[in-house]
């Protein structure tokens, strides 16, 4: 049953949602400090959504996931990670860390290509490291994009319609991969997937993932361990007596999705009826195991 509803999810629903998303990674201070505006600008990016939406993350919050569910992985690995599954990467200069990440992803042969870097515009005319350096060799040598704004009194509003246009003239030329091999792709999938058989347990998911590709074991504990992990912390689904169940947020996440995909009513006729086969062949396994029952009596 479960390999069938796997390739269904996958060919009628999942098809359909990746190719609207675009999924950007958000640098910029530490969460912990008190005059980070990166916050601010993530509900701006993700809470206006129209045409192609935008799927916004913490680089470090996935890179954690990944760290723990596999330890050996390593700063470069988890870069040339970002260069296969990320549209656009935009980095905030307001930390010394997001400064060095400015450098490091600079010089990545896939990455300086969908960098947009928000600069405070009092050093537009400075003679210093960040602008003589990477700065002008990203506007002289990418497509990348440079804004620079009033970091000290933000307008979010009119930096976020900035980013947004940036991200889309960006993604435009940029190839990632919409596959369940992606675990930030993958979130969509398992999203649809606990929906439709409403309380499951890991395991099951494992073999949903398995269903559709992705064979080697350690790649669907890479997947599914990051993709739940995003799900959890957006607060979309939640673990409880060992099964995972979708919340009022998650389901929102659905019906807005439906809402602005083309095809939303195609989409949620074919939920509809993928939830009809798993509650018929559930019923059908309860008969079974009353029938049997009755035998052995």
């Not at 949602?17 to 916050?39: C, D, M």
């Not at 990670?81 to 656009?88: G, T």
């Not at 504990?221 to 007596?241: G, K, P, Y």
């Amino acid at each position: 049953m479960f390999e069938e509803i796997a390739k269904l999810i996958n060919e009628d629903v999942f098809a359909k949602l990746r190719e609207r998303s675009l999924t950007v990674f958000l640098v910029g201070a530490s969460q912990e400090s008190s005059t980070s505006i990166r916050e601010s600008i993530r509900k701006e990016l993700i809470g206006r959504r129209y045409g192609n939406w935008l799927d916004v993350y913490y680089p470090e919050e996935l890179f954690e996931e990944l760290i723990r569910s596999r330890a050996h992985y390593d700063l470069l690995s988890l870069e040339n990670l970002l260069a296969k599954n990320v549209h656009a990467v935009v980095i905030i200069l307001e930390s010394p860390g997001a400064i060095a990440e400015l450098g490091s992803f600079a010089n990545h042969k896939k990455l300086r290509d969908r960098l947009i870097v928000v600069i405070d515009e009092k050093y537009r005319k400075a003679n210093s490291f960040i602008i003589l350096g990477p700065v002008r060799y990203l506007k002289k040598n990418t497509k990348s994009i440079v804004i620079f704004h009033n970091l000290r009194k933000p307008q979010i509003v009119e930096l976020g319609e900035q980013i947004r246009g940036a991200v889309r003239k960006i993604s435009a030329g940029v190839q990632v991969d919409t596959s369940v091999a992606n675990p930030i792709a993958a979130q969509h999938f398992l999203l649809v997937a606990i929906y439709l058989m409403d309380s499951v347990p890991r395991e099951i998911l494992d073999d949903v993932m398995q269903a559709v590709g992705v064979h080697h074991s350690e790649n669907i504990t890479i997947i599914v361990t990051s993709s739940l992990n995003i799900l959890l912390r957006q607060r979309e689904v939640i673990l409880q007596d060992g099964k995972y169940r979708l919340t009022r947020e998650g389901l929102e996440r659905l019906r807005l999705t439906m809402k602005l995909e083309p095809e939303g009513q195609n989409i949620e006729r074919s939920l509809d009826k993928l939830r009809v086969k798993i509650l018929n062949s559930t019923l059908r396994g309860q008969k079974k195991l009353l029938q049997s029952r009755e035998r052995a009596t």
